[in-house]
Each structure stands twice: as structure tokens, then as C-alpha cells.
């Protein structure tokens, strides 16, 4: 008589026996439980079941243009909700991303979410609409640099696209205030705007778009020249506590009367870019250290020409949780900005400090900013005649085991380890 199987079966075959005991959802909760992509992938090449189990559960997919393969990866990949073809800057794929990838979009990923398409300078206003037509649920989409779309495509995606809450159309020059008239009355959950460079942008519009969408969390209209003190208080004020973040570098028009608004109606600011514009002075960024005091983090304020030692004095001293500040090129600025010895009484968190080209600052002041700031991770110092790497090394200057300073180089040039705290 011969022996009986060993436990989990015999011949070798045992091992196969794992589909015939995991029901499709127990193999689901297998892989939710893995955690590299990697792992995640490797889980797919078990066999064609479970490979069909990974592409069903699978969120997010970065791919290349093409109506036939964008139609194959709708078939696999079902559940996506995320699906960027962002293409690079510096690469050209001309076209590219077309209208009839697009079309695709809209007709077989309906359950879309995110979307992003920057830098697909193929695609037109035709494609975009029917985004709009097709997309319901979306609630991102980045057309930054799409430099063919105009009001008419994004006004579809306006009315189609009612959940939208986060927008990028950075550098899309044709963008007029119409669109962001559309936004405020079909986009009532828009949070986010990113409309840097779109220079045909009023006051008008951003008035309009307050009316509307009134939780603005973050406002990036940099370079909209036209863009001043009525449409950034009306916004200010709209949005008041909501707002964590204005970017309005070279907003040339913006004055005082923006800054004392943000620091009225804005007490939850984190984030402020107001480099290049020359109108603001020290009285109006001394209301607002007080008034956000307990929320300012990052700060630009490069090029502001009135700035002075007052302005940076009472930052540096009221703002507990500010990490990076750039007042490069306020030639302004002195030592006497820097505390002599006292500090300010509670330890500071400021990591990137930026004052290139602060003309008057010498090492005295560099050691001042030194003992201050023990946090300091990067201290951009070019083109400060007085502030050179032998001047400090001459004057015993010990800075910060860590920290980067930049003492020469390009100042078109910006620094990756800095540039993300802005």
C-alpha cells in the first residue's frame, strides 16, 4: 500500500493550487498589502490572473501618445484615475499629444480624475473641449504651456467638468479673463490656480473668479502684469482664511494696499512671492509679520527696491515658523538687519536665507545671520562685493555644519535644494 501525499498535495503540484483557493478579492488584498511599485509589478508575473488583478487595481499611469496605445491601456487598465502625458520641455515630440489622444481620453477613461498635459504643444482647443464633454469627474488638470488652448477649449472643461478643483494653465498666453468668469460660476470647488504668464489676465478676471469660487487655497498669477491691487484684495478678502498661498512676482502693479489686505483678511498664509514688485514697502510687510506671525513660512521678496533693514528686522523676528526668505538684490539691506548677540528669543527655523546682491552686507553681518539661524541649510550670498569665500575664511567665519553657501555663479541661475521651499 503506498503512502499518502504529503500535506498541500503531491507530484509537485501543490504550488498551483493557490488559484484554486484565493478567490479574486483575497488576491486583491494580497496586493494592496505589498509596497514598492516594484513588488506591485513582480506581483503581475505570477500568471495571467494576476497580472489581471494588478492592472485592475492599478491608480495611476504615466504614458506615451498614441490613439491605439492610449485605447489598449483604457482596456488594461480600467480603474485608472490618474493619467499623466506631460511631455518634456527640453525634448521634442512634435506633435505629440494630439486632439485625437484626447478624444480617446474623454471616451475611454471616463472615470478620470487627474490629468496632466503640460507641455503638449500638439493639443488645441478641439481636443480640450471634448475633455469636458467626457471627463465629469475630473478634479485636476494641468495644461501649463499648451500654448495653442484659448478660452473657448477651457470654458468646455469649465461646464463639463463641475468638481474641478485644481487648474494649471501657467504660460498659456491666449487665456483671457472670460475663463476665469467661467470657472466662478460652474467651478465652485476650485481650490487651486496656476495662471503664471497668462498676461492677458485684469483685475477683472480675478474679480470675477473671487465671486465665485471663494476657497481659494492657492493663487499663482505671476507675471500677470495687468493683475493690481483691486483683483488681489478683492481675492484677499474672498478667500480670506482660506488662502495659504499668492505668487505675484512681477506683478509690477501690486502696491501696499495688497499686502496690508493679505494681512487683514489672510491669517492662514504660508506662502508669499511679491519679487519684482518695486511699489511695495516697509511699513505694509511690517503688518503683515504681525498679522502672520504664526503661519508665514517662505517669503520672496527679491527686487522689492524700497525693502530695508525694518522690513527684514521685523520678519525675522515675529515669524516663528518662517524656513526661507529671499530679499536678493534689496540693496537696502544691511548688517544691521541681523540681531547683534540677543537672538529673538526662541529658536529660529529659517533654513534658506537668499541675499544676493545685497550690496551694503559685509561679514560682520554674515556672522550675525550665522549665530542666529543654526537651522540654515542654504545661504545664497553672490554677488555681495564685501561677502567673499576669503573674506570669510580670513574673518574665522564657521557656518553651520550642512549648510550650502553660494558665494558665486549665475544669478539667473536658481538652486534646486532652495528653490522648493518657494
Not at 499686502?259 to 492662514?268: D, M
Request: charge should be neutral; include cysteine.
Amino acid at each position: 500500500m503506498s503512502a499518502p501525499p504529503p500535506a498541500g498535495g503531491g507530484g509537485g503540484g501543490g504550488s498551483a493550487l493557490i488559484n484554486e483557493v484565493l478567490t479574486d478579492d483575497e488576491l486583491r488584498a494580497v496586493l494592496t498589502r505589498l509596497g514598492p511599485e516594484a513588488e506591485r509589478d513582480a506581483f503581475g508575473l505570477v500568471c495571467r490572473r494576476w497580472l489581471r488583478i494588478q492592472s485592475s487595481e492599478r491608480r495611476r499611469l504615466r504614458a506615451r501618445a498614441g490613439p491605439d496605445m492610449l485605447r489598449r491601456l483604457a482596456a488594461r487598465f480600467p480603474g485608472v484615475l490618474e493619467l499623466d502625458l506631460s511631455q518634456s520641455p527640453s525634448r521634442s515630440f512634435y506633435p505629440g499629444v494630439i486632439d485625437d489622444d484626447l478624444s480617446v481620453i474623454a471616451g475611454s477613461f471616463r472615470n478620470l480624475r487627474v490629468l496632466a498635459l503640460q507641455n503638449c504643444k500638439g493639443i488645441s482647443d478641439v481636443g480640450v473641449t471634448k475633455l469636458g464633454d467626457g471627463l465629469p469627474s475630473l478634479q485636476s488638470l494641468d495644461v501649463s504651456r499648451c500654448i495653442k488652448l484659448s478660452d473657448k477649449g477651457l470654458k468646455a472643461v469649465a461646464l463639463g467638468c463641475k468638481k474641478l478643483s485644481q487648474l494649471q494653465i501657467m504660460d498659456c498666453k491666449l487665456i483671457t479673463d472670460n475663463l476665469l468668469t467661467a470657472l466662478s460660476k460652474s467651478c465652485l470647488q476650485l481650490v487651486e490656480l496656476g495662471a503664471a504668464g497668462c498676461n492677458r489676465i485684469t483685475d477683472a478676471g480675478i474679480c470675477a473668479l473671487a465671486d465665485g469660487c471663494h476657497h481659494i487655497k492657492s493663487l499663482d498669477i505671476s507675471k500677470c502684469n495687468k493683475v493690481s491691487d483691486p483683483g488681489v484684495c478683492k481675492i484677499a478678502e474672498v478667500s480670506s482664511s482660506c488662502l495659504v498661498s499668492i505668487k505675484l512676482l512681477d506683478c509690477s502693479k501690486v502696491g501696499d494696499k495688497s499686502i496690508y489686505s493679505l494681512a487683514k483678511f489672510c491669517r492662514s498664509l504660508e506662502t508669499l512671492v511679491i519679487s519684482g514688485c518695486q511699489n511695495i514697502s516697509d511699513a505694509s510687510i511690517q503688518a503683515l509679520a504681525l498679522a502672520c506671525s504664526s503661519s508665514l513660512r517662505s517669503l520672496r521678496m527679491d527686487w522689492c527696491l524700497k525693502i530695508t533693514d525694518t522690513s527684514l528686522q521685523s520678519l525675522l523676528s515675529k515669524c516663528k515658523l518662517l524656513v526661507a526668505i529671499d530679499v536678493g538684490c534689496c540693496d537696502q539691506i544691511t548688517d544691521d538687519a541681523f540681531p547683534d548677540g540677543e537672538g529673538y528669543g526662541f529658536q529660529s527655523e529659517l533654513r534658506v536665507l537668499k541675499i544676493s546682491s545685497c550690496v551694503r552686507l559685509t561679514v560682520t553681518g554674515v556672522s550675525r545671520l550665522i549665530e542666529a539661524f543654526k537651522a540654515l541649510e542654504y545661504l545664497d550670498v553672490r554677488s555681495c562685493p564685501q561677502v567673499t569665500r576669503d573674506s570669510c575664511e580670513q574673518a574665522g567665519v564657521q557656518f553651520p555644519v550642512g549648510c550650502k553657501v553660494n558665494f558665486d555663479g549665475n544669478l539667473l541661475e536658481s538652486d534646486p535644494s532652495a528653490e522648493r521651499f518657494f
